[in-house]
């Protein structure tokens, strides 16, 4: 990628960011799925690197996300017994590119590969890759390794002391009350997740049942023609239950006609979105790719929140699934950095104009010779870029 890089550091001239990195990711046949997530997280999200390239840039360009992996791996790159799992090669991967002498360049993310596909056999085929699973298994991953540290750690502390004595009881486990402690929140929660209340309403007693439930992105689905604005819309309207489906209400005993709805209790500081573009038909008896034309702003105002109030995000990163299907095809990323656009496809980074994002809004018709489509989008709050 010299010449590419020579191009962009002469694109941006003194413009390019102090301490920035800006580096391709080498892809090993299959993997720009993961790629095009990585490379948006040094902004707000880790998108999909070696499926292609695309997450790990997404991911590597979600600022906070990226500052506080890189605190892990100084933390923990001198400890010599830590076991080598997604995350310590995640991290290793973040401090490869942070360090690099130049500004621009082309880095083989060979260990997280191999050790991605190590830990699940989906990801050892040469087969198209979905970059939405991709991101959903590695948020998840980094979650689960995180959580077992922090217990590990805390049974450590714990045998270190077996002398102490609670006067309630033991310190660790259920409360006096019965009820279970708060699960750890840990930074990839602090990033990315947030709560979605389903209320349901009986339409016989008017009692209102509420039940919460966390993500780490929302999936939406999509039309013709249509906007994130109305897709978010649709995702919290109003669904009455009735016949087969009326639900049981617990203060009127038995099954009665409702109405449900999912609203955003906690907004989080990363949304991402993720566009059901691959939708099953059954008349074809497969999965087809929906080259819809979803406008999808770069600054979005979250309004269907249990609170009511607007939460205003602004547009980082887009993993965009080039093809017509969805068992073939590519992806690649647009990341938004020091206030500049860059299109990474694997080894090659180029700077954009902020017009062209739309150009991968879908197609307004059916039958187009354009199959760039953006896929999944990561919004970061304005708040957090507001407080950084």
Same mark, same amino acid.
């Given at each position: 990628m010299g010449a590419a890089g020579s191009k962009l550091e002469k694109a941006? =001239?003194?413009q390019f960011p102090e301490g920035e990195r800006y580096f391709g990711l080498e892809n090993f046949g299959n993997t720009c799925y993961c790629n095009s997530v990585l490379q948006e997280s040094s902004i707000?999200?880790?998108?999909? $690197? &070696?499926?292609?390239?695309?997450?790990?840039?997404?991911?590597? &360009?979600?600022?906070?996300?990226?500052? @506080?992996?890189?605190?892990?791996? !100084?933390?923990?790159?001198? +400890? =010599?017994?830590?076991?080598?799992?997604?995350?310590?090669?995640?991290?290793? $991967?973040f401090s490869q590119i942070s360090s690099q002498k130049k500004k621009t =360049?082309?880095?083989?993310?060979?260990?997280f590969v191999q050790r991605l596909k190590k830990q699940n056999? +989906?990801?050892?085929?040469?087969?198209?890759?979905?970059?939405?699973?991709f991101l959903n298994f590695l948020l998840n991953e980094l979650v689960d390794i995180l959580e077992k540290e922090a217990q590990a750690a805390k049974s450590d502390q714990e045998s270190s002391s077996p002398h102490e004595i609670v006067a309630n009881g033991p310190k660790s486990g259920a409360q006096a009350n019965g009820t279970q402690?708060?699960?750890?929140?840990?930074?990839?929660? *602090?990033?990315?997740?947030?709560?979605?209340?389903?209320?349901?309403?009986?339409?016989?007693?008017?009692?209102?049942t509420a039940r919460d439930e966390t993500f780490f992105d929302l999936s939406l689905d999509i039309e013709q023609n249509s906007s994130i604005t109305s897709c978010l819309k649709n995702f919290s309207s109003t669904e009455t239950l009735n016949a087969e489906d009326k639900f049981f209400c617990d203060k009127c005993c038995s099954? @009665?006609?409702? @109405?449900?709805?999912?609203? +955003?209790?906690?907004?989080?500081?990363?949304?991402? +979105?993720?566009?059901?573009?691959?939708?099953?038909?059954?008349?074809?008896?497969?999965?087809?790719?929906?080259?819809?034309?979803?406008v999808f702003p770069l600054e $979005? *105002?979250?309004?269907?929140?249990?609170?009511?109030?607007?939460?205003?995000?602004?547009?980082?990163?887009?993993?965009?699934?080039? /093809? !017509?299907?969805?068992?073939? /095809?590519?992806?690649?990323?647009?990341?938004?950095?020091h206030n500049h656009w860059l299109f990474f496809d694997d080894e090659n980074v180029e700077m954009i104009d902020e017009s062209a994002v739309q150009t991968f809004f879908g197609s307004a018709q059916e039958y187009s010779s354009n199959t760039d489509h953006g896929y999944i989008l990561f919004y970061e709050s304005l708040g957090s870029i507001n407080k950084s």
């Open positions: 941006l =001239g003194d707000a999200v880790m998108a999909v $690197l &070696f499926l292609g390239g695309v997450e790990i840039r997404a991911l590597y &360009f979600c600022v906070p996300f990226r500052e @506080q992996l890189l605190e892990y791996y !100084s933390t923990n790159k001198n +400890i =010599g017994d830590v076991e080598e799992n997604l995350l310590t090669c995640l991290a290793d $991967l =360049g082309v880095i083989a993310p060979k260990r056999e +989906i990801f050892r085929s040469y087969m198209h890759q979905d970059a939405h699973e402690k708060e699960p750890l929140v840990t930074w990839v929660h *602090k990033n990315f997740q947030g709560i979605l209340t389903n209320e349901t309403r009986c339409l016989r007693c008017e009692t209102v099954l @009665q006609e409702a @109405q449900k709805r999912m609203k +955003i209790k906690k907004p989080p500081h990363v949304l991402v +979105i993720h566009l059901k573009r691959f939708k099953y038909i059954e008349q074809l008896g497969r999965y087809k790719k929906l080259s819809y034309r979803v $979005l *105002k979250l309004s269907n929140t249990v609170e009511d109030a607007d939460s205003e995000y602004s547009l980082f990163a887009v993993v965009v699934h080039v /093809g !017509s299907g969805p068992n073939h /095809g590519h992806y690649v990323s647009l990341v938004k950095s």
